[in-house]
């Protein structure tokens, strides 16, 4: 009997991946890699992370509720770990990418009122792969882990690659800016308009009171950031007016040189935000 176009799709998709995920993937029993490749083929076929989608898109051949039941299973398999399945993974995946300097998203999304997800990926082609993830509540602490996420996320990538981290206002600190400097990172993370930096001739003052012309942008090399630290860095502010008349102002941290190329790299940290706008974003992991 004539097969539906999706399991002739879905069927190419898992002959494609086994062969190649057999020959990536660590040792693991062969009924785990089996289920893990079925997991992949679904969540590719389908463009998603929502478990039902996935079921649905899935080589699976029972009824809807227990393919989803299937899926819960898979994902919830003690063998298939970040760190023995999806690592192994992204290493190749960075072995193969000529050497350049790699820049890495960090930014957070929620999933309605349930929990929100601090993310950090690698910001490449209008999206950011997703390399390491914390779940917690809605009014949970996230810093202190996502610091300590950091060095496995520095373990994936090459000897001698440059990275450097673009982070929004929530990332900005001094303890996460130590953290990157430590591995050898830099840094172009955006500061809360009410941050407070040295300026040379006007002492203490905030950001958004720096005087600034429309269309304009400054750099203010080696100047202290935030009273209670020690930190000196370059601060860099540019405003721009757009069509409608609106005027929106940019106050970047950064222990590069400060230049317009600042601004054009730091613009890259939107493809995180585009990556949780995607079907398969991660607020919908547990969908």
Same mark, same amino acid.
């Not at 996935?54 to 899926?71: D, G, K």
């Not at 898979?74 to 023995?84: A, N």
């Not at 990157?180 to 009410?194: M, N, S």
């Given at each position: 009997?004539?097969?539906?176009?999706?399991?002739?799709?879905?069927?190419?998709?898992?002959?494609?991946?086994?062969?190649?995920?057999?020959?990536?993937?660590?040792?693991?029993?062969?009924?785990?890699?089996?289920?893990?490749?079925?997991?992949?083929?679904?969540?590719?076929?389908?463009?998603?992370?929502?478990?039902?989608?996935?079921?649905?898109?899935?080589?699976?051949?029972?009824?809807? $509720?227990?393919?989803?039941?299937?899926? /819960?299973?898979?994902?919830?398999?003690?063998?298939?770990?970040?760190?023995?399945?999806?690592?192994?993974? $992204?290493?190749?995946?960075?072995?193969?990418?000529?050497?350049?300097?790699?820049?890495?998203?960090?930014?957070?999304?929620?999933?309605?009122?349930? =929990?929100?997800? $601090?993310?950090?990926?690698?910001?490449?082609?209008?999206?950011?792969?997703?390399?390491?993830?914390?779940?917690?509540?809605?009014?949970?602490?996230?810093?202190?882990?996502?610091?300590?996420?950091?060095?496995?996320?520095?373990?994936?990538?090459?000897?001698?690659?440059?990275?450097?981290?673009?982070?929004?206002?929530?990332? &900005?600190?001094?303890?996460?800016?130590?953290?990157?400097? &430590?591995?050898?990172?830099? =840094?172009?993370?955006?500061?809360?308009?009410?941050?407070?930096?040295?300026?040379?001739?006007?002492?203490?003052?905030?950001?958004?009171?720096?005087?600034?012309?429309? /269309?304009?942008?400054?750099?203010?090399?080696?100047?202290?950031?935030?009273?209670?630290?020690?930190?000196?860095?370059?601060?860099?502010?540019?405003?721009?007016?757009? &069509?409608?008349?609106?005027?929106?102002?940019? =106050?970047?941290?950064?222990?590069?040189?400060?230049?317009?190329?600042?601004?054009?790299?730091?613009?890259?940290?939107?493809?995180?935000?585009?990556?949780?706008?995607?079907?398969?974003?991660?607020?919908?992991?547990?969908?």
């Amino acid at each position: 009997m004539p097969q539906s176009a999706s399991v002739y799709a879905m069927s190419s998709a898992l002959e494609s991946l086994e062969l190649w995920l057999a020959q990536q993937l660590p040792d693991l029993e062969a009924v785990a890699r089996h289920r893990f490749t079925q997991l992949v083929a679904g969540i590719i076929e389908q463009q998603s992370l929502l478990l039902r989608q996935i079921a649905a898109a899935s080589p699976f051949q029972a009824e809807a $509720v227990s393919n989803f039941t299937q899926v /819960q299973r898979i994902i919830r398999d003690t063998r298939l770990t970040l760190e023995q399945v999806y690592y192994p993974l $992204v290493r190749q995946l960075l072995a193969h990418i000529p050497p350049a300097d790699a820049y890495v998203t960090i930014d957070q999304t929620c999933h309605t009122d349930l =929990y929100n997800v $601090v993310v950090i990926g690698w910001a490449s082609d209008g999206v950011s792969l997703p390399f390491g993830f914390l779940i917690y509540p809605t009014n949970g602490a996230w810093a202190e882990d996502a610091r300590a996420l950091v060095p496995q996320i520095h373990a994936l990538f090459p000897a001698g690659q440059t990275i450097t981290l673009l982070a929004d206002r929530a990332y &900005a600190s001094d303890a996460l800016i130590a953290a990157v400097e &430590a591995l050898g990172w830099q =840094y172009l993370i955006r500061l809360q308009e009410d941050t407070l930096i040295q300026h040379p001739d006007a002492g203490w003052v905030a950001v958004r009171n720096l005087r600034q012309r429309a /269309q304009r942008q400054r750099f203010f090399p080696d100047v202290r950031i935030w009273k209670g630290a020690t930190r000196t860095a370059t601060v860099c502010l540019s405003r721009q007016r757009t &069509a409608d008349g609106r005027t929106t102002s940019w =106050y970047v941290v950064t222990n590069l040189v400060g230049d317009r190329t600042c601004f054009l790299a730091y613009a890259c940290r939107w493809w995180q935000a585009c990556t949780h706008k995607l079907p398969y974003c991660m607020t919908c992991s547990f969908g």
